[in-house]
């Protein structure tokens, strides 16, 4: 079993409309979560970070994460083309060495 | 600042193959690492490094050496080249160990391996 599980998609929406993308992880011992976003031939570019659990808002980007549940979440409002690309989750412990483990990334694309 | 660079950008290489991929960064980081990304894979670190002269080696290391002589440069080497090492590589750099969540990316290599 993969330590991190996300649709791949594809997903595509009409300009304007909320995305949720979401990932879903094995190991109790994931305190730091992450989302990262990568453009076509790109490196990914790190979109948002949580610790633990909660919520955290930053602009359009909501991200949520449910320990619980062993579940994180990505909400954009108001989605424009730009925001077409890969997103991909990460988590890891936090420990020394602090190996991160990654989603296999969903792709979006917003259509005008 | 230049960030994270790599080189070359694309490579192609025959089986058995030696090479090494570059990487530096300007951000005076302490935690360097490298991925590859395969289709339907998603990142997978090869090796990381927690500072001048440490390294350790992560998820799939096999293939593959580094070795990390200065804080700036994190090459990466491969030592006889296989089909299955055919995949885009990234070089990541963060400032802190602990707190290496804000992972700098450069922008890859690809590498194909016939």
């Known amino acids: 079993q993969k330590e991190v599980e996300q649709d791949p998609g594809p997903l595509s929406v009409p300009e304007g409309a909320i995305v949720s993308l979401n990932c879903t992880y094995s190991?109790?011992?994931?305190?730091?979560f992450m989302w990262y976003r990568q453009y076509s031939r790109k490196g990914p570019e790190l979109l948002m970070y949580t610790y633990s659990s909660g919520n955290k808002e930053d602009g359009r980007f909501t991200a949520q994460v449910d320990k619980s549940s062993k579940y994180i979440s990505l909400f954009i409002r108001d989605s424009q083309p730009s925001d077409s690309a890969t997103y991909l989750c990460?988590?890891?412990?936090?420990?020394?060495?602090?190996?991160?483990?990654f989603g296999t990334g969903t792709s979006l694309t917003v259509i005008p | 600042n230049a960030g994270v660079t790599q080189t070359p950008k694309f490579q192609v290489l025959k089986t058995g193959q030696s090479m090494t991929l570059q990487c530096a960064q300007d951000?005076?980081?302490?935690?360097m690492s490298w991925y590859r990304q395969d289709p339907g894979m998603g990142l997978r670190l090869i090796h990381y490094s927690v500072g001048a002269g440490i390294t350790d080696q992560g998820e799939v290391p096999n293939g593959y050496n580094v070795s990390r002589s200065t804080t700036e440069d994190f090459p990466l080497r491969l030592l006889s080249a296989a089909p299955s090492q055919t995949s885009v590589y990234f070089c990541?750099?963060?400032?802190?160990?602990?707190?290496?969540?804000?992972?700098?990316f450069g922008p890859g290599t690809r590498l194909t391996v016939t």
């Open positions: 990541a750099s963060s400032r802190y160990r602990l707190s290496s969540y804000e992972q700098y």
């Open positions: 951000m005076n980081h302490e935690y």
């Open positions: 990460a988590m890891s412990a936090g420990n020394t060495g602090n190996q991160f483990y």
């Open positions: 190991n109790s011992a994931f305190q730091y």
